[in-house]
């Protein structure tokens, strides 16, 4: 590798990216190189705007260029029910699958005692004080001992509101075999079984 090698720059940089590792992204420099004024000038172009444009919003904490963003300033949306997702990762999952129609609460992450992540790492201040308008509010985590024990902290703290606090079913996927789920995947299916 030669030292300031722009290709090798490039190749490094999206390595870093999720899901990419150093032969996906050098595959992707690839492409990008071989076309770069309709593949690569355009897509800087895209993430230079977005650098200056997209903010978290002020209430939710969705990624989005307006703020309030763009959920949170839907008429035709539920504002009532409010979803409690880890990150906007999980938000733009369930916008994606349609699955709700209402408002969202991003955490920025769960509560993790070995990663040093405690209830004042968290969006939790602004969750409690959104929670009085609410009718319900539904606990999306993942099916992690991190997020089973930051589910378990949020309905404690929400318990003195009064607002209903449901979570996500969990348990057998579709097309899921049960003799080859684990035993804690099965034990929350039969106790979630309708």
Known sequence: MRPNDPVEHLIALLAKLP?????????AAQRMLMEPESRMLPLADAMRAAAAAVRPCSN????????PCHICSDNQRDHGLICVVEGVAELWAL???????????????TLSALGGVGPDDLAIPSLLARAGGAREIILALPATVEGASTAHYLAERLASTGVP?????QGVPMGGA??????G??????KARR
Do not use: I, P, W
Not at 61 to 67: E, F, I, M, Q
Not at 95 to 109: D, K, M, P, S, T
């Open 185 to 190: 995947t099965l034990a929350a299916a039969f």
């Open 19 to 27: 899901g990419l590792g150093r032969r996906s992204a050098r595959r």
């Open 165 to 169: 606090v449901t979570r996500l079913a």
């Open 95 to 109: 916008e994606r699958a349609q699955a709700h129609h209402g408002a969202y609460h991003v955490l920025g992450g």
């Open 178 to 183: 049960l003799d080859v789920l684990d035993d």
């Open 60 to 67: 939710c904490g969705n990624l989005d260029a307006s703020n």
